[in-house]
Structure formats: C-alpha cells, structure tokens
C-alpha cells in the first residue's frame, strides 16, 4: 500500500522560503515520477512541478518556475519542494503525487496534504 507523508508547510511571509518534503513508502520509489500539486481555497487543484524516477527530468508551472526547485533522494524516499521568494497567490494545501509516468501524474497516488499560508 503506498503512503505518501507531507510535511514543512507552515505560515510565512511574503519573500520568505519553505521546503517541502514528501517521504514515501510502500513503493519502489525509484521506479516512480513524483510531483506536486496545489489547491487554494475555492479554486481547483493545480500542477506544481513534477520530476523524473532518476531526478534528471522536471518540469514546473509557469507560476513558481525560477522561485520552486523540486528534487529527490531515491536512497531516503523523500521528494522535496524547495520554494523561494514565496507570494500571497502560493497559499494552497500542497500536495504529493506518486505516478508510473509524468503524463499519468494526476491518477497516481496521493499525499494529504500539508497547508502552506504566505501573508502579505
């Protein structure tokens, strides 16, 4: 059974950093794409930043692309979002996604969550 365990989301303000973590379990985490997701209050869940089984290959959304840097540690089997520079509009329950493919990244399996709040 896979698990997947957010943490490091916190309350912080505008400009400040966070990093994310995801560790995983009940997986072979080497074998799996991860990435991340995001959903504000009212609106819909939201593409992050993905990244490849071997850490070579990510991609990101144009809104967190210079600021949000997403890696891997397939020895620990933790993925992390390091965030930068962080606004107001990144406030989101931030979300990590296991999936066999990037393409299939959404019907992967799913963290709960942890909250991130950026005041102005």
């Known amino acids: 059974q896979v698990q997947l365990v957010e943490s490091g989301g916190g309350l912080v303000q505008a400009g400040a950093s966070l990093r994310l973590s995801c560790a995983a379990s009940?997986?072979?985490?080497?074998?799996?794409?991860m990435g991340w997701f995001r959903q504000a209050p009212g609106k819909e869940r939201e593409f992050v930043a993905h990244i490849g089984w071997s850490g070579r290959i990510t991609s990101y959304a144009d809104s967190v692309k210079g600021r949000f840097t997403i890696s891997r540690d397939n020895v620990k089997n933790t993925m992390y979002l390091q965030m930068n520079s962080l606004k107001p509009e990144d406030t989101a329950v931030y979300y990590c996604v296991a999936s066999r493919s990037t393409a299939g990244m959404s019907s992967g399996s799913w963290g709960q969550g942890t909250q991130v709040t950026v005041s102005s």
């Open positions: 009940g997986l072979l985490f080497s074998s799996y794409a």
